[in-house]
């Protein structure tokens, strides 16, 4: 039985002066954020507990002249951008800008897609790009 933090505790046992030990249950974490590249406007960020699968927030930007296209990811920790193989899209990879595989175009995530496992590094962030079209 799962117990939150600071919570009371009464009787969890029938045996009077039995030991009872709580074991902490630690999850990993990672914070999606928002940047409206270009655009204006703000959006909270979105905190992703590793393996649940979590839906990131509609795009609240606007900028004028354009419309929203997709997000672009970058992470915190190396400042590497998500690409994928265009010619086989479950061939994707973190790559600096300039530096992925010939021919490879950066991912594009839909709006209010879900994430679950988009990095393996507890309390990274991760930031969605706002891309443009012209309206």
Request: overall charge positive; glycine content about 8%.
């Amino acid at each position: 039985f799962p117990y939150s933090n600071g919570t009371t505790v009464s009787t969890t046992t029938s045996n009077p002066g039995e030991t009872i030990t709580f074991y902490a249950q630690w999850k990993k974490y990672f914070t999606v954020a928002y940047n409206a590249n270009g655009g204006s406007g703000s959006m909270a960020s979105t905190h992703v507990v590793y393996g649940v699968t979590t839906a990131t927030r509609q795009n609240t930007f606007t900028r004028s002249g354009y419309t929203f296209n997709c997000w672009y990811i970058k992470r915190s920790t190396d400042n590497k951008w998500r690409y994928r193989n265009p010619s086989n899209t479950s061939q994707t990879g973190w790559y600096t800008e300039g530096a992925q595989p010939s021919g490879w175009v950066k991912f594009p995530y839909s709006n209010g897609t879900t994430v679950s496992t988009t990095t393996s590094n507890p309390g990274e962030t991760i930031t969605f790009y706002a891309q443009w079209k012209k309206a």
